[in-house]
């Protein structure tokens, strides 16, 4: 069986599971857009465009307004990977994601998840 590219997913496939994981542990959608906004750059109507054009992960992050300068913050692993050892930049991008999702999962506060200088 051949292994599925993440990059060619759909976001709009991707981003209701990233909600379903959150709201199971009591958290919510506006959540979810927060850590996307502030890991890519994307506001409301752009994040919208994104899912109603059924980008693929690739084209989501390609056409980020601006990823954050903060994500060499991110350290840890998601699905058994550390993210900082990641070698594509791409598939390092979504996992950085991935992570932040995972975070606030695991009830990490939003300063702890945005990597915040508030101590």
Do not use: C
């Not at 909600?19 to 752009?46: A, C, F, M, P």
């Amino acid at each position: 069986m051949k292994k599925k590219d993440i990059t060619q997913m759909a976001f709009r496939d991707l981003y209701p599971l990233y909600i379903q994981k959150v709201e199971r542990k009591g958290h919510s959608q506006s959540e979810v857009n927060q850590i996307i906004y502030w890991l890519t750059g994307y506001n409301d109507q752009l994040l919208s465009e994104q899912i109603e054009t059924g980008a693929t992960l690739a084209n989501f992050f390609q056409n980020a307004p601006h990823i954050n300068e903060n994500t060499a913050l991110i350290k840890g692993s998601i699905f058994g990977i550390h993210v900082e050892n990641i070698q594509d930049p791409l598939v390092q991008e979504i996992r950085y994601l991935d992570k932040l999702i995972d975070e606030l999962a695991h009830n990490k506060t939003m300063e702890q998840i945005l990597r915040s200088e508030i101590s």
